[in-house]
T-cell receptor, first 114, second 115 residues
Framework: DAGITQSPRYKITETGRQVTLMCHQTWSHSYMFWYRQDLGHGLRLIYYSAAADITDKGEVPDGYVVSRSKTENFPLTLESATRSQTSVYFC?????????????FGPGTRLTVT | AQKVTQAQTEISVVEKEDVTLDCVYETRDTTYYLFWYKQPPSGELVFLIRRNSFDEQNEISGRYSWNFQKSTSSFNFTITASQVVDSAVYFCALSSYNQGGKLIFGQGTELSVKP
């Protein structure tokens, strides 16, 4: 019973490089989300997906790309990493519509862009 | 616009003290949900409670209790007889239908419980 997993857990990359963060859930939840956590900002939504092949922007989508070809996977790609994207990234999932259902979070990926 | 404010950035208490974490929200929607999450030092986010906008009954779960008051747009969280294991960052969050169910988080309150 893995639940929701993220990989890698830690990543150091250089400015300008492409980086992909992986998220996998085993519950077949319809909704999946990507957040970033920065000191003083709490968690901010980057992108979310209501189902396979359906994605939408959140509060801070610039510089990120997502895809969802399978229900269980929701990768987040930084096309050209910048230092401002140094952060902790959390993936989450939720059953049915996300309004009244709590989101379950993965363990997070700590990304450092040098 | 929707917003969640947790004015207390850090709180430090001594074990066995009671502590209240404040959460004030803003929304124009009539149907919404409020949540509290806990983030212990290990980093994961743990769901604690969900409350809908039509239910103002206070809730108690062990040492935890929540006070929801629509008149003041507040959803405060009280820990009674705090313990060192309660040390964590606590987030309040808001979700509504008109926002497509997206969670809006407060900035978090870091609680430190000292022995």
């Amino acid at each position: 019973d893995a639940g929701i997993t993220q990989s890698p857990r830690y990543k150091i990359t250089e400015t300008g490089r492409q980086v992909t963060l992986m998220c996998h859930q085993t519950w077949s939840h319809s909704y999946m989300f990507w957040y970033r956590q920065d000191l003083g900002h709490g968690l901010r939504l980057i992108y979310y997906s209501a189902a396979a092949d359906i994605t939408d922007k959140g509060e801070v989508p610039d510089g990120y790309v997502v895809s969802r070809s399978k229900t269980e996977n929701f990768p987040l790609t930084l096309e050209s990493a910048t230092r401002s994207q140094t952060s902790v990234y959390f993936c989450a999932s939720s059953d049915r519509t996300g309004v009244s259902y709590e989101q379950y979070f993965g363990p997070g990926t700590r990304l450092t862009v040098t | 616009a929707q917003k969640v404010t947790q004015a207390q950035t850090e709180i430090s208490v001594v074990e066995k003290e009671d502590v209240t974490l404040d959460c004030v929200y803003e929304t124009r929607d009539t149907t919404y949900y409020l949540f509290w999450y806990k983030q212990p030092p290990s980093g994961e986010l743990v769901f604690l409670i969900r409350r809908n906008s039509f239910d103002e009954q206070n809730e108690i779960s062990g040492r935890y209790s929540w006070n929801f008051q629509k008149s003041t747009s507040s959803f405060n969280f009280t820990i009674t007889a705090s313990q060192v294991v309660d040390s964590a960052v606590y987030f309040c969050a808001l979700s509504s239908y008109n926002q497509g169910g997206k969670l809006i988080f407060g900035q978090g309150t870091e609680l430190s419980v000292k022995p």
